[in-house]
Nanobody, 115 residues
C-alpha cells in the first residue's frame, strides 16, 4: 500500500496563492497518472487537476488558468500551485492516482479562502 501525505494548506485571502504538496511513500509516478482532488463541505469529492505519466496536464474548468499541477519524480512528490484563489476554492484537498483511484485517501490538507 502506498501512503499519501498532503500538506501546504492554510487560510488565505481571496486573490492569494498556496502551493500544496503530496508526498508518496513509493515511486509511482512512472506507473500511474496522478490527480489532485478536493471536497467542499456538503459536496462530493471532485478532480481538479491531473498529470499523466508522460507529463501532460488537464484541469477542471473551474480552476483552469489559476492552478498548475506538477511532479518531481526524484522526490516522489506532486504539487498543486494555486493562484488567484477564490472563496469557492475552499475545500479539503487530496491527491491520489487517477483513472482509477488506487490507494486509500490521505488526511488531506485544508484550504480556506476568506477575507
Amino acid at each position: 500500500q502506498v501512503q499519501l501525505v498532503e500538506s501546504g494548506g492554510g487560510l488565505v485571502q481571496p486573490g492569494g496563492s498556496l502551493r500544496l504538496s503530496c508526498a508518496t511513500s513509493r515511486s509511482i509516478f512512472s506507473l500511474y497518472h496522478m490527480g489532485w482532488y478536493r471536497q467542499a463541505p456538503g459536496k462530493q469529492r471532485e478532480l481538479v487537476a491531473r498529470i499523466l505519466i508522460g507529463g501532460s496536464t488537464n484541469y477542471a474548468d473551474s480552476v483552469k488558468g489559476r492552478f498548475t499541477i506538477s511532479k518531481d519524480n526524484a522526490k516522489n512528490t506532486v504539487y498543486l500551485q494555486m493562484n488567484s484563489l477564490r472563496p469557492e476554492d475552499t475545500a479539503v484537498y487530496y491527491c491520489n492516482t487517477f483513472a482509477p483511484v488506487r490507494y486509500s485517501w490521505g488526511q488531506g490538507t485544508q484550504v480556506t479562502v476568506s477575507s
